[in-house]
């Protein structure tokens, strides 16, 4: 039997394509070609699983005019403990991000609503919650409370900073506090939870909200799975700790796409704010 000799295709030979021409969905697998994923609000046009998108981006998709008075814009950490490397770090997601920490609030509208609006970025460190982080929540949760507007907080993070030990710890109660005196005040907290959201936010004021809305297929909870199994040995369920596992345990209150989040939280501020 004769087989044909298998030709090796040179380097110089080869298709080449631009660097960040397409991205893998880490849900499905599917390799999708980034400017379609942009036209669908970066969500997976085969099996609807939501990429990660920046603050910026969902201040141009959910506020009116896409209008946001950022405040305390500068507030940035001063290494309290002096962490090996972290000044760098922080050096670095800055210049990278373009902003000083994880998180951005200010005042805006929706549906012509006057809220306070919070959104964590996931790409400033993994959206880890330092004491700079806690403070413009706390912030943000007070200014609601002394305007007497409903307040969003938009949630993506991997959990506490490591590099601020206590102090970052520390936040998870602050910010509970201060969740506990606007609740006081029959003021409404709409908490929205993006992909991941884990750890001290998860488990302080993203948990809180008087309403609480999940992203499809996001990452919700504590600790992650394979943590879990790896302590408890034993498998978990299929689809733990996703948004429609949280959803079917009480956990959240609806999951909602990405293409429907700027009119649900419309018709939420509707119907439970007629002071606006």
């Known amino acids: 039997m004769w087989f044909k000799k298998k030709i090796e295709a040179k380097p110089e030979d080869k298709l080449q394509l631009p660097d960040g021409l397409w991205a893998k969905c880490e849900a499905c697998g599917e390799i999708l070609y980034r400017k379609e994923l942009e036209k669908n609000l970066w969500i997976c046009l085969k099996c609807q699983f939501h990429f990660r998108i920046s603050c910026r981006d969902y201040i141009t998709l959910l506020l009116d005019d896409s209008q946001f008075d950022e405040?305390?814009?500068?507030?940035?950490?001063?290494?309290?403990?002096?962490?090996?490397?972290?000044?760098?770090?922080?050096?670095e997601a800055q210049q990278k991000m373009h902003m000083k920490d994880a998180v951005v609030y200010g005042l805006s509208k929706i549906g012509g609503h006057p809220i306070v609006f919070v959104a964590m970025d996931f790409g400033f460190m993994g959206g880890s919650m330092g004491s700079v982080v806690g403070e413009k929540v706390a912030r943000a949760i007070r200014l609601a409370h002394e305007k007497e507007i409903p307040l969003i907080i938009l949630s993506a993070s991997g959990g506490a900073r490591m590099q601020e030990g206590i102090l970052s710890l520390m936040q998870l109660a602050k910010t509970s506090a201060e969740l506990a005196l606007l609740n006081q005040k029959k003021i409404p907290y709409i908490s929205i939870l993006t992909h991941p959201t884990t750890a001290g936010v998860m488990a302080s004021y993203a948990s809180l909200g008087d309403i609480i809305i999940a992203e499809p297929g996001a990452l919700l909870g504590f600790t992650g799975p394979r943590v879990i199994e790896q302590t408890i040995g034993a498998k978990l369920p299929p689809g733990f700790q996703r948004s429609e596992f949280m959803l079917d345990h009480g956990m959240v209150d609806v999951v909602v796409s990405r293409r429907e989040l700027r009119n649900t939280l419309k018709k939420i501020l509707?119907?439970?704010?007629?002071?606006?």
Do not use: C, R, T
């Not at 509707?270 to 606006?276: A, N």
């Open 71 to 91: 405040l305390d814009a500068d507030l940035e950490s001063d290494d309290p403990l002096e962490f090996p490397g972290y000044k760098k770090k922080m050096k």
């Open 270 to 276: 509707d119907i439970v704010w007629k002071h606006g």
